[in-house]
Every structure is written in structure tokens, then in C-alpha cells.
């Protein structure tokens, strides 16, 4: 089985050679891309597993190449850029990207979102979350056909919301999504009530959560949205 294709997209040298070294001596494959030209031409004949973009680019913004990206592929895109104000990250997460990283960062983070994006590759290429009838992770059962879900063997009675944004989150497993994108594939287009999501997702919290203040299922990306956690073995992967 061939090892997993990574295209890394950065103008700087020194933070190219870093994530590619890595990338090296953990067994990935990888390209190179230094402009935004470059990375969707490559992006086109590569067919890479995982793009690693970084926004600053020296002849567009990375915004944009992941919306050009986005038209015709759901390659997982993993954003690490020096921009830290959360509007760069809504605005990241919103065009299409899975995940966002700031400058610096550390070598253990990196691999750790790349082992999340392609254990979401591999579920979905199993047609295990979007197209499956049952979502299971660790205790936490959805039967999307009954429209029933369980936690560790009992029965959680949800309202139809808290119902629906489970599963929105399920589907998305891993991947985090922004107020604006969960407040439009819940409301609809009639709705920028983040206060009330707020509400919603607390309340959904302490049906399927312990202990809600050290959640198990839903991570909180404070001023950006929230992602649901793949569980292995009891353990969050984030």
C-alpha cells in the first residue's frame, strides 16, 4: 500500500525544509509548491492525500487557492500560517479548509492533525460516515435511520436541533466547523444567532458528556465553532 502523498505549500525555505523533513522521517511521500499557481497546478496532477497550505503566499492568498481547490476536490486541506487573529481562521475554515495551525508550531501538532485527517480519509473512503446507517465512536452510537442515538448502551432522548447538530458533527468527525457554516446547515440562511447555538450545543454537552466541562466528544474552538473528536480507545485525538 503506497504511503500517504502530502502536498506542502510554503515560500518559506526554512519552515519548507522543517515540515518536509518531518514529513520524511515519518514514512509520508511528499511535493513541494512555493506560489499559488504552482500548488493548484500540483494539487491538479498529483491527486495529493493532504494539502499543507500555508495563507502568505508570494502571488495569491491562500484563501483562495482553497476555495479554487474546493470546486473540485475534498482533499483534506490542514491551513499553517503566521495569521492568528480568529477572522483569518473563520475565514480559512469557511472557504473549505479542515484544519489551522499558527506559526510556530510543534513537530508533535503537525503529526498529530495529519494522523486525524487521514483516519477521516480512511472512514471515508469506507463510506463509514457520511453514507453508513450507524456512526459509532467509542460510546457514542448514532442509528441515523431510526434517528436514535445511544451512549455507552442507554438511550439519549435529543430535541430535533440537538438531534440534528449531533449528526452535522458526526459526518464532519474531526474536522472543525466554523458558527456560520453549523448556523446555515441547521437555520438555514435565516439565522446568525450564535448565542442560541451556544445554547443549543450546552444543552446537547450535558446529555452525551460526563463531565461537560472536560468534554470527551465536542471540542470548543473558542471565537471559531466546535469539531467533534475521534475517540480511540478512550483517548481523544484532537
Not at 501538532?109 to 463510506?127: G, P
Not at 441547521?186 to 450546552?202: E, K, Q, T
Not at 480507545?233 to 484532537?238: F, L, N
Request: charged fraction near 30%; charge should be neutral.
Amino acid at each position: 500500500m503506497n504511503k500517504p502523498l502530502i502536498l506542502v505549500v510554503e515560500d518559506d525555505k526554512a519552515i519548507r525544509k522543517l515540515i518536509t523533513t518531518t514529513l520524511e522521517t515519518q514514512g509520508y511521500r511528499y511535493h513541494t509548491a512555493e506560489t499559488g499557481g504552482a500548488s493548484i497546478l500540483e494539487a491538479v496532477s498529483r491527486q495529493p492525500d493532504i494539502i499543507i497550505l500555508d495563507l502568505g503566499l508570494p502571488d495569491m492568498d491562500g484563501v483562495e487557492i482553497i476555495k479554487k481547490v474546493r470546486t473540485w476536490s475534498n482533499v483534506p486541506i490542514i491551513v499553517v500560517s503566521a495569521r492568528s487573529e480568529d477572522r483569518d481562521k473563520i475565514d480559512s475554515l469557511d472557504a473549505g479548509a479542515d484544519d489551522y495551525l499558527t506559526k510556530p508550531f510543534s513537530v508533535e501538532e503537525l503529526l498529530a492533525r495529519l494522523r486525524v485527517s487521514l483516519r477521516r480519509i480512511r472512514y471515508d473512503s469506507k463510506k463509514l460516515l457520511k453514507d453508513a446507517a450507524i456512526f459509532i465512536n467509542s460510546g457514542l452510537k448514532i442509528d441515523y435511520e431510526a434517528g436514535c442515538v445511544w451512549l455507552d448502551g442507554d438511550e439519549v432522548h435529543l430535541t430535533p436541533i440537538e438531534y440534528k447538530l449531533i449528526c452535522l458533527l458526526a459526518k464532519n468527525v474531526g474536522k472543525v466547523l466554523t458558527h456560520n457554516f453549523i448556523l446555515h446547515e441547521i437555520w438555514g440562511n435565516y439565522s446568525n444567532d450564535i448565542s442560541a447555538l451556544r445554547v443549543f450545543m450546552a444543552t446537547l454537552r450535558k446529555k452525551i458528556e460526563k463531565e461537560p466541562s472536560k468534554p470527551k466528544y465536542i471540542q470548543t474552538h473558542i471565537g471559531i465553532g466546535y469539531r467533534m473528536l475521534r475517540v480511540v480507545d478512550d483517548s481523544e485525538i484532537i
